[in-house]
């Protein structure tokens, strides 16, 4: 196998935050409110606080350009009284996205290439929607929509 050399074409930011007085329902508040205001990823860590109390670390990956109504959402909807911030370099692939016309509805394939790498993958939504309306289980509706991908779009 060929490797591709690659080097990394984006720059994101990954802010985190450590809270130890939390419940789960105000994390989950504040991980919407952070999609909503552009959070590209938002996820939690478990961690050991001091005097060995267990906490949470909140990782948010976003955009350079909303790092700071990011950073300051954090430090409005948790606990934390600081945010740290590092600007990093990443690797991605290029998007875009396909319509597949299906009898149960459109599915939208996502088909990511670059660094001489190609993968797709059907949006859970759309699939969840088209296994609903086909009253069939989600890796049936999978099958079924890649079927119509080869048949339904000649």
């Known amino acids: 196998m060929d490797t591709v050399h690659a080097a990394p074409n984006r720059r994101i930011v990954l802010l985190s935050c450590n809270v ?3 419940t789960g329902e105000e994390i989950g508040f504040a991980r919407e409110i952070l999609i909503k205001a552009g959070a590209m990823e938002v996820y939690t860590i478990p961690v050991q606080m001091k005097k060995s109390r267990p906490g949470v670390e909140i990782r948010v990956v976003c ?3 909303v790092a700071d ?3 300051n959402l954090l430090l409005m909807h ?6 740290r911030k590092q600007e ?4 991605a692939l290029e998007r875009t996205t396909q319509i597949i016309h299906t009898p149960n509805g459109d599915v939208r394939r996502v088909i990511a290439e670059g660094y001489g790498i190609t993968k797709d993958k059907l949006e859970y939504d ?3 929607a088209y296994a609903q ?3 069939v289980d989600m890796k049936t509706a999978q099958k079924q929509i890649y079927a119509c ?3 339904c779009e000649e």
Request: aromatic share 10%.
């Open 20 to 22: 130890d007085d939390m």
């Open 63 to 65: 955009k350079p350009s």
């Open 69 to 71: 109504a990011v950073a």
């Open 78 to 83: 948790t606990s934390t009284f600081g945010v």
């Open 88 to 91: 990093m370099k990443a690797y």
């Open 126 to 128: 759309d699939v969840f």
């Open 133 to 135: 309306k086909a009253g």
């Open 149 to 151: 991908l080869e048949e």
